[in-house]
C-alpha cells in the first residue's frame, strides 16, 4: 500500500469555525508533513513530524495546530483560520525526513474559509 | 533561498512533441527530485537524481544534473495529453537532514 489518504477532500469553514484535517498512511513511514499550496505556486513546508515528535514548524501561526497521535497519522487542527489561509493542504510521508527519500502525497484538501 | 527555479514557468505543445523543462538552485545539494502535479490534486515522484549522477531515464522521462552550474532538466520525449500537469524540482540541502524545498514550477500543456 503506497497511498497517503486525506480527509475530508474539501471543507468550507467560517472563521469563526473549528475543524480538522487528517491524513492516514499505513507505509510504515516514520516523517510526515504536512503543506500549503495556494494556486500555481509550489508545495510550501508547514510542519514536519519524525517518529511523532514535531520536528520542524516552519513558523506557522497558532491557529494552525499540528497533531500526530501515532506513527501512521496526522492531524490538522484549525481555529480562527483568515480568508488568505483558503488554500489545497497537502500530507506527505517518506521514511524518515533524510535527503533521498522520496515524499509520498496525499491528494489533499482543499480549504475554503468565508 | 534554496528553493529551486523552473523555467520556463509555462510550456504548452503538440502530442507528440518533446517537452524540455529547466530548474536552477542556489546551494550545494545531495539529491534533486522532479514531481508532478495534476490540476488541484497531491504531486507524484517522478525521478530522483544524486549529485554524482549526471543523467538517469525512466521511461520518456530524461533527466540531467550539472552541479557546476547548479541546474538540472528534465525532458519529457513524445508528449501525449496526459502528461498535462505541473512539474516541480525539489532539492535538499547538502548537509543536514532538511526536508525537500520545491521550485516554482512548470505548467505543461500538452495539446492533442
Known amino acids: 500500500d503506497t497511498e497517503v489518504t486525506q480527509t475530508p477532500k474539501h471543507l468550507v469553514m467560517g472563521m469563526t469555525n473549528k475543524k480538522s484535517l487528517k491524513c492516514e498512511q499505513h507505509m510504515g513511514h516514520r516523517a510526515m508533513y504536512w503543506y500549503k499550496q495556494k494556486a500555481k505556486k509550489p508545495p510550501e513546508l508547514m510542519f514536519v513530524y519524525s517518529y511523532e515528535k514535531l520536528s520542524i514548524n516552519e513558523s506557522v501561526p497558532s491557529r494552525f495546530s499540528p497533531e500526530c497521535p501515532n506513527s501512521s497519522l496526522l492531524n490538522l487542527h484549525l481555529h480562527a483560520l483568515q480568508p488568505e489561509d483558503s488554500a489545497l493542504y497537502l500530507c506527505?510521508?517518506?521514511?524518515?525526513?533524510?535527503?533521498?527519500?522520496?515524499?509520498?502525497f496525499g491528494p489533499g484538501t482543499r480549504l475554503t474559509v468565508l | 533561498s534554496q528553493q529551486g527555479e523552473e523555467d520556463p514557468q509555462a510550456l504548452s505543445i503538440q502530442e507528440g512533441e518533446n517537452a524540455t523543462m529547466n530548474c536552477s538552485y542556489k546551494?550545494?545539494?545531495?539529491?534533486l527530485q522532479w514531481y508532478r502535479q495534476n490540476s488541484g490534486r497531491g504531486l507524484v515522484h517522478l525521478i530522483l537524481i544524486r549529485s554524482n549522477e549526471r543523467e538517469k531515464h525512466s521511461g520518456r522521462l530524461r533527466v540531467t544534473l550539472d552541479t557546476s552550474k547548479k541546474s538540472s532538466s528534465l525532458l519529457i520525449t513524445a508528449s501525449r495529453a496526459a502528461d498535462t500537469a505541473s512539474y516541480f524540482c525539489?532539492?535538499?540541502?547538502?548537509?543536514?537532514?532538511?526536508?525537500?524545498?520545491f521550485g516554482k514550477g512548470t505548467r505543461l500543456s500538452v495539446i492533442a
Open positions: 525539489a532539492t535538499d540541502r547538502r548537509w543536514g537532514n532538511t526536508p525537500l524545498v
Open positions: 546551494t550545494s545539494i545531495n539529491n
Open positions: 506527505a510521508s517518506s521514511q524518515r525526513v533524510k535527503q533521498l527519500d522520496t515524499q509520498y
